[in-house]
């Protein structure tokens, strides 16, 4: 399992390369559909960090802390970091590279990415959004249980996919 942040910079970096640039509004919604997509093909979330339900659909709330600066805008390519973290064992910050995200779900992911890469309106993703199980049954500012996230799109995997 990944982090969102990672899924999030592999996302962008996705996105730009193949000349589909992604806003935060968009991307919290592709992270939303690679979770649903990684549940039902692979029986395993993508990333650790939960969902929650906004007025504007699903949002994973620490991936948008940090792109909610470009507003509207597109997020341009993102670097990868080193991130500093403490190691125990030497009693020490240490910089650990992020995490290589494998093939088989790399493949999972630019599935859902190449989907709605001719969505230009965000919008329209968050109408869809609305009109699904997950996210209608959830208060606002509350989780969407990836339970109810895996069993919704395993019986409708085609809502997964533009």
Not at 2 to 30: D, F, G, H, M, W
Not at 85 to 114: C, G, L, R, T, Y
Request: aromatic share 12%.
């Amino acid at each position: 399992m990944y982090s969102a942040t990672e899924i999030a910079r592999y996302v962008i970096n996705y996105s730009n390369q193949i000349n589909a640039p992604v806003s935060n509004l968009k991307l919290q919604k592709l992270l939303y559909y690679i979770q649903a997509a990684m549940l039902v093909e692979r029986g395993e979330k993508c990333f650790k960090e939960p969902i929650t339900a906004w007025a504007f659909g699903p949002v994973v709330i620490p991936v948008y802390q940090i792109y909610k600066e470009y507003g509207r805008n597109n997020i341009p390519f993102q670097k990868e970091v080193p991130k500093a973290v403490f190691d125990p064992d030497k009693m020490k910050i240490v910089f650990k590279q992020p995490q290589k995200i494998a093939d088989s779900h790399q493949q999972i992911i630019n599935k859902v990415i190449e989907s709605y890469q001719k969505v230009e309106d965000p919008f329209l993703l968050v109408k869809k959004t609305h009109q699904e199980l997950p996210w209608e049954s959830t208060d606002i500012n509350d989780e969407i249980n990836c339970n109810v996230i895996e069993s919704y799109y395993k019986a409708n995997p085609e809502k997964i996919y533009n």
